[in-house]
């Protein structure tokens, strides 16, 4: 039964549906059990994305092969952004969603909190002072991965530059990053079990009655990601010679996983681990991967084009070709804060809305469905972050196709338990 981890997660998906349908109570209840496996996860990012960075780097042999290696990075997350926004800005003003829309009778959430969260968003100078670390134990605390990779960055390029005497404390990162992902081993065998209480606490909380009004929306937010998904993604992988679906099988049981709790953290150390199996260098897969979380959001991508389309079709507000290049450009700067703040999509969403004049009430209906959207556009992460991985590491011409099959990371933990 161990064998079908990927197996039980999908059925973990449909038995939580059904409990949080027919007994909502039950499934609401059910939630801290799923925030508790959410937690579990957590608390190993950061020690794995801080050993991995520094074991990745200090072996890299000089800060401008690292400088290289985050140009090309950021290179590829600019371009796969641009693709995927004018994939949502086609899809949108091509089915309409918002077109002959009734806003009146539909449930609003109140948007407060968000408007307060709005300028981390839009500061985006800010945000690049604030990649630098005042201090890195509060930056770890908080889980703030774009700092800690800086910091981990400029802690093994210091290790190498010093040579042998950084031989102890490399070992030492070795012993902990080794540690951390068998613990992950350990800590996924319980999976089943959160995804099952996610999802029926999510069901039993907001049930399918308001998702009837807002189909449409729903509808191509899920077409536009399918495309992306098995459309783009493929077409890519294709032009870089990489077997897609091979990948995708690879990453399946985490893009189930993903799918369930709304959270790409919750599937880095097994991704990475899984990625350097597949033949990508671990000096790679430890900085693309963990960078990717905050500035590789494929789906919120696709889900901002379209909803922001969304609210200009709801209220009546025309866009013509050159206000869209706009607002591609907004949300091609604004998204690459979506991990930085609570609710980031939506924050983002209210930021670009603010910024080029839709109004901000539109948001909060949109709130209303968000979990939904919310599971879809996390799940598209998952191959994102993957396929960006190969990618990088084929143009640093640091990968070498393994035999995923008899190496695969889950396979081994599962013999091993």
């Known amino acids: 039964m161990k064998k079908f981890i990927a197996f039980q997660i999908l059925i973990a998906l449909f038995i939580g549906a059904l409990i949080g349908h027919f007994f909502p109570e039950l499934g609401k209840g059910l939630k801290p059990i799923g925030d508790a496996f959410i937690h579990l996860i957590k608390m190993i990012v950061v020690p794995i994305v801080f050993t991995t960075i520094v074991i990745g780097s200090s072996g890299s042999g000089n800060m401008k092969k690292m400088g290289s290696l985050g140009l090309k990075t950021i290179i590829w997350f600019e371009f796969i952004t641009t693709l995927i926004l004018a994939i949502g800005l086609l899809l949108a003003n091509s089915l309409k969603p918002g077109a002959g829309l009734d806003l009146s009778h539909l449930v609003q959430k109140d948007i407060t909190k968000l408007n307060d969260s709005v300028s981390k968003v839009v500061d985006f100078k800010t945000m690049l002072v604030n990649i630098i670390p005042s201090n890195i134990v509060d930056a770890m605390a908080k889980s703030d991965l774009l700092a800690v990779i800086f910091f981990a960055i400029l802690f093994g390029a210091a290790a190498g530059a010093i040579g042998k005497a950084s031989e ?3 070992k030492f990162m070795e012993s902990v990053a080794n540690i951390m992902f068998k613990l992950t081993q350990m800590v996924m065998i319980t999976a089943p079990i959160g995804v099952l209480a996610l999802m029926a606490a999510s069901v039993g909380q907001y049930g399918i009655t308001l998702l009837i009004p807002m189909a449409k929306l729903i509808g191509v937010v899920y ?3 399918a495309i992306v998904i098995f459309g783009l993604f493929p077409l890519i992988a294709w032009f870089f ?6 990948v995708f099988r690879m990453v399946w049981d985490l893009f189930l996983i993903a799918f369930s709790t709304t959270s790409t953290e919750t599937i880095l150390p097994q991704l990475m681990e899984r990625m350097e199996a597949y033949g990508c260098s671990k000096r790679v897969v430890s900085f693309v991967i963990p960078s990717g979380l905050s500035l590789n ?7 901002l084009s379209v909803c922001s389309i969304f609210l200009a079709q709801a209220f009546g507000i025309p866009m013509d070709f050159g206000q869209q290049l706009i607002l591609m450009g907004v949300l091609v700067a604004t998204s690459k804060g979506i991990a930085a703040v609570p609710s980031g999509s939506l924050v983002v ?3 670009t809305a603010t910024a080029v004049g839709l109004p901000a009430e539109g948001v909060a209906i949109i709130a209303g469905i968000d979990r939904v959207l919310d599971m879809a556009r996390t799940a598209c992460n998952t191959p994102g972050h993957a396929l960006a991985c190969i990618v990088v590491s084929k143009w640093e011409k640091e990968f070498r196709q393994k035999d995923w099959i008899k190496h695969k990371p889950e396979q081994r933990a599962l ?3």
């Open 168 to 170: 102890p404390a490399m």
């Open 223 to 225: 077409l536009g990601l």
């Open 241 to 246: 010679k990489i077997s897609y679906f091979t």
């Open 297 to 303: 959001c494929d789906g919120s991508t696709l889900y």
């Open 349 to 351: 969403l209210l930021a």
């Open 415 to 417: 013999e091993q338990a």
